[in-house]
């Protein structure tokens, strides 16, 4: 009884442990999030919550295939094992797709932001508009203008002349993806950054 209940206990919160330690090992030894305190590291430890329900699955689960195994203990011990090693497979497999997942977003993104900002940089319209003596960056998207797969569909990059005395300037971009890469269009040049040019 000891031993499952030290499972349950150990394994089945330890994600809420790790966050625990973590926040004390960092509030004592880290100056990064002095200034928060431990409402910085609360963070971490309401979001293992999450995660240690995956971790109580698992050894419910185990727990489970080792009481309705029949034979001696160390077949249940085997089967509840083999099935303890395979949920935690199934799991390290789906965090690696996921992982995976986000890398590829995170990739396309930062190539379609620097498609865009050289979308503006040889724009006809921008350069005969401010002229060739500026930089441009991305500025931000319109989070309420998303397509289906929450990509944006509008975009904004700020314009800024190198002559001091000229203001810089916001031009407003669509983007369509229908072809399978973003192609861009100006919607508009404007002076108010929170001009959507509609």
């Known amino acids: 009884m000891m ?8 394994f089945g919160f330890l994600p809420l442990w790790v966050a625990i330690i973590y926040s004390l090992i960092g509030s004592l030894f ?9 409402k910085w590291y609360s963070f971490y430890i309401f979001g293992s919550i999450g995660l240690s329900f995956i971790t109580l699955a698992i050894t419910a689960v185990t727990l489970t295939v080792y009481n309705r195994t029949s034979g001696d203990t160390p077949r249940k ?19 690696a797709i996921f992982v995976m997942q986000e890398v590829i ?20 319209t921008v350069l005969r508009t401010v002229g060739k003596n500026f930089r441009a960056a991305y500025s931000g998207t319109y989070i ?17 002349p190198f002559d001091s005395h000229t203001k810089d300037l916001y031009a407003v971009v669509k983007v369509s993806r229908s072809s399978g890469q973003p192609e861009f269009t100006l919607a508009c040049l404007t002076a108010n950054m929170n001009d959507e040019c509609n």
């Open 3 to 10: 031993k499952r209940i030290s499972f349950i206990l150990g």
């Open 30 to 38: 880290s100056t990064k999030y002095a200034q928060y305190g431990w």
């Open 77 to 95: 011990k085997k089967f509840a094992i083999n099935t303890f090693i395979s949920l935690i497979f199934l799991i390290c497999v789906g965090v």
């Open 105 to 124: 977003h995170a990739n396309d993104w930062k190539n379609e932001q620097s498609l865009l900002v050289n979308f503006v940089v040889n724009n006809e």
């Open 144 to 160: 309420h203008d998303l397509d289906a797969d929450g990509r944006a569909n509008k975009y904004q990059v700020v314009i800024m």
